[in-house]
């Protein structure tokens, strides 16, 4: 076939416009983005194990992360190569530590602190880069490696445009092999004098990996000419020179999504920047490949070189003619000049259009608002002054109301459905928010979005809050929000219905803004009211956290409360289900449907109530009765785990629905103004008009009151 004939063009233009895209569809760093890059977090369990979850779900996929408690083993894992960065957790402040295994490539270190740092912000935080002590000089070997063997290649252009494609004497053959084992010479000193400062050992293999990867492309390129031609050509410069193009470009393979990250591996360059990187010590794992991929490159045209001598004498036209050298030379020519020029301008257009990238969304950022004095707080008439306040938009009304003491002097509230002014982001109802009460000021915690503070799932299901705990830990609190997973299904003031329970987890840093660090939907969505919505209490005791759940049947009659259940866990481990054990009123077990009532349905509990210690005596308070009762009933008992007795009646609580007053919900709060013999007590207000609620917010506030415990 001659060079000019309309196949062998065709097949050249292919060639051509497969380069050409795998270039262009590969190209990433402009962007800087990150894919897959292992790193390891250092820091307690409790909040690696969620900040893992939204590491690794983080669209794009930008960080394969991993956690461990110990700062040494990190830094094993660092020295080693098998993560590129290791973030240490530092909860009593807000700045944590990064640490770069690969600070001297300087593409993919920008990208990590960049990916590193934009993650941070959306939890408040801040990330300081500490520099390794043998940190090694910054430079990238993409571009060492792509252009020692680029070198092999053009040797081999050279060679053909001088003595044309074949070599059809032995001393050509051999001229051609002195000519690319005198590059690789020179690529090997060139490497020696690179690493200049180095230890001798490695510079020698770094110089010996170069003199391969010439080796490598040039008797491949020479094996693609023999056998193919000018196409054959067009196809080594495909595999060596459009190859690796993209992780030139991108400067790490961590910059490239797949198949360009793996691809870019299994090129000569790729496979040369890896063993030069194992070479200077860094990533010494997983060199197999890259040696097979420059070894078999080498071996591979050297037999094909050398046996063309014998095996293919010239190329032949049809007609018997040999090629003519200039022919061959003005189409090689032709070629590759068009080849150079169109690769340089896409990539320079394709780069253009890269720089302009769109931020992957993240979760919101908290805040908190202004402060709202509320003057001293010294009894029960004073938490009703502040619950009149009318001064934060953001808290205009809402229910629920369950509450927590934080390490710093300060306490964390929790309302469901919560009015908020029509000028703000967010207005009307959400689900949830929470209020953050400190010596005389009140502060209202907003996400960015200003919606939910535990924000509502995709398809419209929100949280309804019903219990908070927290754990003190070394600066900073672990605050554990219990809620009811809650679906729309009328606009009537009840209609709605609960599918199940979930766990919210905030760390707070001692003087701190609370920040969500995830939301575990526990069990599958289901309405059935017979399975127990756990967290509808919560109690910390000793080393466990108990929670406590309440259900019933789905119809029951007027008057039926809910039957008492209780699980318990560690607290570090609350968002992991597999963890729970359940009290059967012998012993704890795994199976949740094992559980015994603790206090029946019958004359029971309301669906959320309060479970606390005090002086050794276990109290379960609610209003008898759930919604219609009006008792408000202790139940005691000497351990978490009951059996609870029901106590007389410490007051009533009736609502006056056909009024359209609903009082409802009673929640203790053992931790505010605690008086021996007494507790405070909170519940919620509501009306069936909601027209009267959007013009006197006030009506959809907590009321609080003081109530006697029953004799011990």
């Known amino acids: 076939m001659r060079p000019g004939s309309r196949g062998e063009v065709a097949l050249c233009a292919v060639l051509v416009l497969v380069a050409l895209g795998w270039i262009v569809t590969g190209l990433r760093a402009d962007s800087g983005d990150l894919h897959e890059a292992p790193v390891v977090l250092v820091g307690p369990d409790v909040v690696t194990a969620p900040l893992l979850k939204q590491a690794n779900a983080v669209p794009g996929r930008p960080f394969s992360a991993g956690a461990v408690e110990d700062r040494g083993e990190a830094a094993e894992l660092l020295a080693s190569g098998d993560v590129v960065a290791v973030i240490t957790l530092d909860l009593s402040g807000t700045e944590d530590e990064l640490r770069l295994a690969t600070a001297h490539r300087p593409e ?64 050509r053959l051999l001229a051609r092999l002195t000519a690319l084992a005198a590059l690789a010479v020179g690529a090997g000193l060139g490497g020696w004098l690179l690493t200049a400062g180095a230890p001798a050992e490695e510079r020698m293999l770094i110089g010996s990996v170069l003199a391969a990867t010439v080796v490598a492309a040039g008797a491949l390129t020479f094996a693609c000419e023999v056998i193919g031609g000018l196409p054959g050509l067009l196809l080594a410069a495909t595999v060596i020179v459009a190859g690796p193009a993209p992780l030139l470009l991108a400067g790490d393979r961590l910059l490239l999504d797949e198949p360009w990250s793996t691809g870019s591996r299994w090129t000569v360059a790729g496979a040369a920047e890896s063993l030069v990187w194992a070479a200077a010590g860094h990533g010494r794992t997983g060199i197999i490949q890259p040696v097979v991929t420059i070894a078999g490159s080498a071996l591979l045209g050297l037999i094909v070189l050398v046996a063309s001598r014998w095996l293919l004498r010239g190329l032949v036209a049809p007609q018997g003619a040999p090629v003519s050298v200039g022919v061959w030379r003005r189409n090689l020519g032709v070629v590759l000049a068009s080849a150079t020029c169109l690769t340089v301008l896409v990539t320079a257009v394709t780069s253009a259009l890269h720089a302009e990238t769109v931020p992957r969304p993240l979760a919101s950022l908290a805040s908190t608002t202004q402060c709202v004095p509320s003057g001293p707080v010294e009894d029960v008439d004073d938490l009703n002054r502040i619950t009149r306040l009318r001064a934060e938009p953001a808290l205009q009304g809402g229910d629920v109301g369950v509450s927590a003491d934080l390490g710093d002097g300060r306490s964390i509230w929790m ?7 029509k000028d703000l982001p967010g207005a009307g109802f959400v689900r949830n928010s929470m209020l953050l009460v400190e010596p005389d000021c009140l502060r209202v915690v907003l996400p960015e979005s200003g919606g939910a503070i535990i924000p509502d799932r995709g398809d419209g299901v929100g949280y309804w809050p019903m219990s908070v705990t927290t754990l003190d830990k070394p600066g900073y609190a672990l ?51 017979r399975r127990p919505m756990w967290g509808a209490a919560a109690a910390v005791s000793g080393e466990w956290l108990y929670l406590y759940g309440t259900a019933r049947e789905p119809h029951p009659q007027l008057g039926t409360g809910f039957a008492l259940h209780v699980a318990r866990v560690e607290p570090d481990h609350v968002a992991d289900p597999q963890r729970w054990t359940y009290w059967n009123g012998d012993s704890w077990t795994r199976r949740a449907k094992e559980s015994s009532e603790l206090i029946p349905a019958t004359d029971g509990v309301s669906q959320t109530l309060s479970v606390f210690e005090r002086d050794g ?96």
């Open 108 to 171: 993919l270190a920008r990208a990590v602190r960049a990916e590193v740092g934009r993650i941070e912000r959306t939890h408040g935080r801040t990330v300081a880069l500490v520099e390794n002590e043998d940190r090694f000089e910054e430079r990238s070997f993409a571009g060492v490696t792509f252009a020692t063997a680029l070198a092999g290649f053009l040797l081999v252009c050279v060679v053909s445009l001088v003595w044309g494609p074949l070599a059809r004497t032995l001393p």
């Open 415 to 421: 309302f469901g459905d919560t009015l908020r002014d």
């Open 479 to 529: 605050v554990v929000v219990a809620a009811q997973r809650v679906r729309t299904t009328s606009e009537d003031v009840f209609g709605f219905e609960a599918l199940g329970p979930a766990v919210a987890q905030f760390v707070v840093p001692d003087g701190g803004v609370p920040q969500l660090i995830s939301v575990t939907d526990i069990g599958a969505d289901d309405a059935d009211t």
């Open 617 to 712: 005596h276990w109290y379960a308070f609610s209003k008898s009765n759930e919604f219609l009762g009006d008792d408000l009933v202790f139940w005691t008992s000497s351990s978490p785990h009951g059996p609870f007795r029901a106590q007389p009646p410490v007051g009533t609580l009736p609502s006056g629905v056909a009024r359209g007053e609903l009082r409802y919900m009673p929640l203790a709060h053992p931790d505010i103004l605690e008086e021996p013999g007494s507790v405070i007590v909170s519940y919620s207000r509501n009306s069936t008009d909601f027209g009267a609620v959007l013009r006197n917010p006030l009506l959809y506030r907590p009321k609080f009151i003081r109530v006697d415990l029953p004799a011990g």
